[in-house]
Structures are given as C-alpha cells and as structure tokens.
C-alpha cells in the first residue's frame, strides 16, 4: 500500500487551479458548484446540441476549451466547446454515470463495468483501469413501498455513480461494492480502500487531507486522504420499514470548514469538518436531498424532489432565506456563476434563477419535455404522477420511473464557462446554450 503525506501549501494550489478549470464534479474538489464565467442572463439560442446513444447523467467538465462528458450508452466523449464537434470517444463497459476528472492529461471516470478508467486527455486511448468488485444499484426489500415487500428491489432512483476527485496524485471515487477507493493517480495502483456498510455513489470531496463522503449505509465519513483510516462518521436517519428515508445520495461541499451535505432522511446536514459534531440541520418534511449544495457567499443552495422546493439557507445558521416552490423534481445540483444560479430539473427544463431572490430569470426546455409523450407531464408541467404510478407492483415503479425520466429529464449539473452552460440530458443530448 502506498501513502504520501499531503502538503497544505500544495493542496491550496491545486483547489484553485481545478476551480478555474472546472475539470471535476462540481468545479473543484472542495465541490463548492462555484463557477468563474457569468452564465446568460436571458435566454438567446441553442448554440449545438451533441447527440448520443442513451440518456446522459453525468456532468460536463471542461479543460482547454474541450469539454469532456459520459453518457449510459456506455461511452465516454470529448467535444469542442464551440462548435459541438466530436475529438473522440471511448467505449467502456457499461453506462457511464460519473462525472469525469481531468488532471495532468488524464481522463478518470467510473463506469457500471465495475471498472475505474484514466483516459489520455487528447485521444481517449486507455492508460490504465482498476477493477473494483463490482457496481449496484441500492437495494431493499419493500423499498419505497414497492410490492410484493418481501422481494428485493433495486432502487430506481439511484441513479449516479461517484465522480472521482483528484488531488496530490490521488483520485478518490466511492463504488457499488461498498468501498470508498484511493488510487494513485499516474499508475493506478492500489493506495488504500475503505470500507463502508453499503453502496457509495456520492462524490467525495477532498480538502486539508481529508476525505469527505457518505454511504447508502446511512453514515456520512471523514477519512484520511493518506491513509485511509476514519477520522469520524456521522449518523444520519434510519427507515428499516420502506428504506425510503435513509442513505446519503447528496455529495458534500466543504466551506470554510464546514461539511454541508443533502440525505434521503430529509434533512441538509452542516457537519463540523475537523469533529464530525452537527452545527444545524435543515428538514423538509420527507422530500430527499439528493442534489448536492452549492456553497457561496454565505448562502447554502439546493433543491429537493418530490415537494419540488428551490431552497437558500444561511450557511452559518441554516436559517431560511429563500423559498421557491418549483414544477417538478430535482436531483441536479446547483451551478453558481455570478448573479445567477443553474439546476436542471426532472420535467426537462434548465432553470436560471437570481442568486439573492431564487426568482426564475429565463428557463429552456428540452424537446423531449416539449413534446410530452405518453402524457407525463400535466399542463403546468409536473408530472403526471397518478398516472405514472398507478401500480406499486413489481416492476411497475421502474417502468414508471423510466417513462418519467424519458422527457428529456435533467440529472446532469451544468457547467457554466465561457458564458455559456452545458448539461445533459435524459434525452441523450448534451446541450450548450447561451
């Protein structure tokens, strides 16, 4: 097992090169979804639209003006920035629902495959790949309600797999297996892994030679980044009836010393980054936080599912700032870029929204979500939802699930640069629009 102490001087250097080039899950391994460009402050056009084979729930990164993505049709893509043309693609072996990391000329990204894949930046040819022990969904027995409950059954939101962070000439990414991994960063040789009681597919942060991430097993952790040993964990809810309210699909953003952090069980945490100890939470009265907050000047950011709220809390007391009520739900997280907030919504539409009011400035729908087929969405654009879920059987919450997410669903989290923002969508298209 190798390890390497981190440098503190160093670690600050490399946060603020990833965060202005915003190759990683949320712009920087600190995961604050702060971002240097001015996104559009009114909508103008479609400058291209990138098609692919399945559904894109990973995010865009962007090094060097080419903007790098995964898509569930099992391939990972690199494309211009301004003109939407393809450099290349690589073919995992399985979807690709991680956000890809870009460092020293190199491409990480997790794949359903099982493996953890480092691409050359300029051709997409394959450096090295890992094998962890394999991915899964989460899953329970009588999840969510689902029928008959004495079956196990995946869970049908679940629908990320971790993004990996790299920092020092580490990459850290959670996996299905349960573990949390450390590689390093030019050979892919193993440094250490973590073990956690269930599926991990949050992202982890890195900051001050910690790791930070939480598990479906209901603990969020603290782990030393050299080592690999817990430096604390945090319990969040537990639901042993329908496994509903339970598991930390949220990934964390650390400011100032403080981990904030969405759960299944409701509630957004504030978490003492050096202790572990509770500041404040926030509860939503049973609606999860699966979007990542966004953290920047004083204000915590997020959106929740089902209850469809556009929330700004005061980072230092979690107090309520603003409240929006949206149309559908959310599971993208939010982008900050000046005076405005991006989020992708699951009826199909980018939202932008004012940074101090949450007030919607313009919106763009995806064609999908236009044409509405199968009736999904209600006239004002929620879901149709006795429609969708008539039955609670056996497959009939997934095949549910899969019509509602076939409007061109948003689970990507935009990437603004260059005034412009780009994001997937369930509809197979990356889009840039400015």
């Not at 993004?163 to 450390?182: E, I, K, Q, R, T």
Request: glycine letters at 12%.
């Amino acid at each position: 097992m190798k390890t390497s102490l981190p440098v503190c001087a160093l670690a600050l250097a490399c946060l603020a090169a990833q965060a202005h080039a915003q190759s990683m899950f949320r712009g920087d391994p600190a995961h604050s979804g702060l971002y240097a460009s001015q996104g559009p402050r009114e909508f103008h056009r479609v400058k291209w639209k990138f098609p692919t084979g399945a559904s894109i729930v990973s995010s865009p990164v962007v090094q060097d003006g080419v903007i790098f993505f995964g898509s569930d049709d099992g391939n990972v893509y690199a494309v211009d920035g301004s003109s939407g043309k393809q450099i290349w693609q690589h073919a995992t072996g399985g979807p690709v629902a991680s956000t890809p990391a870009i460092a020293n000329g190199i491409v990480y990204v997790n794949s359903y495959d099982g493996k953890f894949h480092a691409l050359d930046a300029r051709s997409g040819a394959t450096k090295w790949k890992f094998a962890t022990q394999g991915e899964r969904n989460f899953e329970a027995k009588g999840l969510n309600g689902m029928q008959p409950k004495t079956q196990t059954m995946p869970d049908p939101y679940d629908n990320y797999l971790s993004s990996p962070a790299v920092v020092n000439g580490a990459v850290f990414f959670g996996s299905g297996d349960g573990n949390l991994y450390a590689l390093d960063a030019a050979s892919g040789d193993l440094r250490w892994k973590f073990a956690t009681g269930d599926v991990v597919h949050a992202s982890p942060a890195v900051v001050d030679g910690t790791v930070f991430v939480g598990s479906w097993d209901s603990y969020f952790y603290a782990v030393d980044a050299a080592t690999g040993k817990e430096k604390w964990r945090f319990h969040g809810g537990e639901d042993a009836v329908m496994h509903n309210q339970v598991g930390f699909q949220s990934s964390p953003a650390i400011v100032n010393g403080v981990v904030y952090t969405g759960c299944r069980d409701s509630n957004v945490y504030a978490i003492d980054a050096a202790t572990g100890k509770e500041k404040w939470r926030f509860n939503n009265s049973g609606s999860w936080v699966i979007s990542s907050p966004a953290v920047a000047r004083g204000k915590v950011i997020f959106a929740t599912s089902d209850s469809s709220l556009y929330h700004v809390l005061d980072a230092e007391t979690g107090k309520s700032l603003v409240r929006q009520q949206g149309k559908a739900f959310v599971f993208s997280s939010p982008s900050v870029a000046g005076d405005l907030v991006a989020i992708g919504v699951l009826n199909g539409t980018l939202e932008v929204r004012d940074f101090e009011t949450g007030e919607l400035r313009w919106e763009f729908q995806t064609e999908s979500s236009l044409r509405n087929e199968g009736w999904v969405l209600t006239a004002d654009r929620k879901f149709n939802v006795p429609l969708l879920y008539a039955s609670n059987w056996r497959d009939g919450p997934i095949v549910s699930a899969n019509r509602q997410f076939g409007i061109g669903a948003i689970f990507s989290s935009p990437l603004i640069a260059g005034g412009v923002i780009y994001f997937g969508s369930a509809d197979g298209n990356l889009y840039a629009v400015e």
